[in-house]
């Protein structure tokens, strides 16, 4: 599945993107903010990410921002399976934060999910990371007033976590505009 947004492409990632991810990654900044991704993150892990096999009902997409030499590689954005949530997840390069792209990418991601057939999505972000929860409220997440404790194995440890929540069958819900319907790989 692809889609565009005003400055992103988001498609799936290729084995090939391997060496770019590995690079973006290489980023203890990056790594200490997500629940799932290792530290120190090597190139297996890397190459196992870019080729795993991707999931219909639940997307990962790379951002890219397409350009006349290709794409380059500046993050990702997709929604997983969290017990009985569906949660949204992101990361963007170092160079490419403060400018909107995980924001962007996150609303389409949001609206796929809601064609997809989602009806509600969660999202969570380290308390010391508030730039995300800016991030997902921008994005249209409310927070539930709910805190937890999370695993992070970036940081091999637990750390607080404030939780949010997107209702996407909302009666005000922003219709999916055409600009970013998903297209079939």
Sequence with gaps: MFTRTERLLLRPGWPEDWCALAQAMNDTGIVCNLARAPWPYTE???REFAG??????????FLTLPGNHGSEL??????????D?????YWVARPHWGKGYASEAGRAVARIAAV???KRLT???FADNPASGRVLKKIGFTATGN???RYSRGRNAEAMT???AMDLAAPNAQPVPSEIQPLAA
């Design 147 to 149: 805190t937890a404790m």
């Design 123 to 125: 999202a969570a972000h």
């Design 44 to 46: 297996q892990d890397a």
């Design 52 to 61: 795993r096999e991707q999931d219909q009902l639940y997307p990962v997409f």
């Design 116 to 118: 997809l057939g989602h």
């Design 162 to 164: 404030y939780e949010f």
């Design 85 to 89: 949530d569906v949660e949204l997840g």
């Design 74 to 83: 500046i993050g990702a954005c997709g929604i997983d399976k969290c017990g």
